[in-house]
């Protein structure tokens, strides 16, 4: 079975920081990877996936992540935060059950922007 | 515009009445999911239904239950054997099995009083 653990339910940067949200992810087939963003008392949108082609992986907002097999990490990474980066996120990994497909996600971290 | 609307936002219910909640999609979708989410849990999925008048339980079905008679449809009913119902429920669509993204609906917050 395939599984996301996020580290640090809540991060905290100031405005014009870099952005580091952590994930790894525990999978026995390559994985396919996702980051989700959610604002409050919205639904989740998606940032970026990983389906195995180019291991850093450009997504909407100046979000980014990278791919790396040997540490089983997708870490999303954004230069400069925005105020508006204010949100949680989510990290999953698709999971294959008798050709049908779930996602898994992780517990999510919250991401705090201050001036 | 496409996608997936939920209703109602916010939902009060009293112990032991079942509520309804309702998940609409215009994507022309085959695949339809329910999750609750709850803090520092992320999301768990409920149901899930890949075709018309199939459904399979997920994680956690129990006190739950799901029909899919129309392709766009996927209602979802929080029974009264649910024992903690108190949540923010979300529905997903995905086109099929051979693609990659699942699109949510804003959700529905149900609360127990």
Redesign the interface.
Known sequence: AQSVTQLG?HVSVSEGALVLLRCNYSSSVPP?L?W?VQYP??????LL?Y?SAATLVKGINGFEAEFKKSETSFHLTKPSAHMSDAAEY?CAV?QMNT?????V????TRLLVSP | DGGITQSPKYLFRKEGQNVTLSCEQNLNHDAMYWYRQDPGQGLRLIYYSQIVNDFQKGDIAEGYSVSREKKESFPLTVTSAQKNPTAFYLCASMLGHLSNEQFFGPGTRLTVL
Request: glycine share 18%; hydrophobic share 30%; aromatic share 26%.
């Open positions: 339910s396919y996702f989700y008392n919205q639904g989740l949108q998606l996936k389906t989510f698709r050709g049908f497909q779930k996602l996600f992780g517990t999510g």
